[in-house]
């Protein structure tokens, strides 16, 4: 009897991981379509937004005018690369983020204020604001919950395929082509000479003064 409830419960309990592993795919399911189509709805728009969820997603605006964004981001990794953006006035970054990580780029002249809701979530800001006139603001409004946010400098971080290039540029035959040959030095050489050459006249001087001293015996 033990073993038939044991065996019930069982089933009940993967019945129930089943139909809540549904319930979650559908819901994701139902959210993707749902971000996908805003994305493309807002391709003609002043304002695009950019959706992503359970995904690794880039966004990169090169060489052309940016004048601010929507953002979500739910269980994904997200970067908003603006380092090639073009900014003729103040912009606005409306963002709502859930569990994930979200990493905006600026290019140098720019200054940024960041208004965030946390919830157990974490905002690093690492752009250093000028006070010099004619300098753009970008604000990055939102809420994040149990998220990572990180505003950073298009150049912060050193490029690896920059950091091999100078390897590839060190020449080392080059720079030490005119170089003369290393000097060896033997260390105590002449301090060990000096003392063999004292030890032979303690010899020399003790063999002379035991002669003397047989003459005597003589």
């Known amino acids: 009897m033990a073993k038939k409830n044991g065996f019930l419960k069982f089933v009940a309990v993967t019945g129930a991981l089943v139909a809540a592993s549904k319930v979650a795919y559908d819901k994701y399911k139902e959210t993707k379509e749902k971000f996908v189509k805003e994305e493309n709805d807002s391709v003609d728009a002043e304002i695009r937004k950019y959706n992503a969820i359970a995904e690794k997603k880039i966004v990169e605006i090169e060489d052309e ?46 200054n940024v204020v960041c208004d965030v809701d946390r919830i157990c979530s974490g905002v690093r800001n690492l752009v250093e604001n000028s006070d010099e006139d004619g300098i753009h603001t970008v604000y990055i409004i939102g809420k994040a919950v149990a998220t990572s946010l990180e505003v950073i400098p298009v150049d912060f971080y050193v490029d690896d395929d920059d950091v091999e290039d100078i390897d590839d540029d060190f020449d080392e035959d080059a720079i030490f082509a005119n170089e003369d040959e290393p000097e060896i030095k033997v260390i105590n050489k002449s301090v060990e000479t000096e003392s063999s050459d004292e030890d032979k006249e303690d010899k020399e001087d003790k063999e002379e003064t035991e002669e003397v001293n047989l003459e005597e015996v003589e």
């Not at 005018?65 to 994904?76: I, R, T, Y």
């Not at 990794?77 to 780029?105: H, R």
């Open 65 to 110: 005018e940016f004048v601010g964004c929507e953002l979500k981001s739910v269980a994904a990794k997200t970067t908003l690369d603006l380092g090639l953006a073009v900014f003729e006035k103040d912009v606005y970054v409306n963002f709502s983020s859930v569990c994930s990580n979200v990493t905006i780029i600026l290019p140098e002249g720019v």
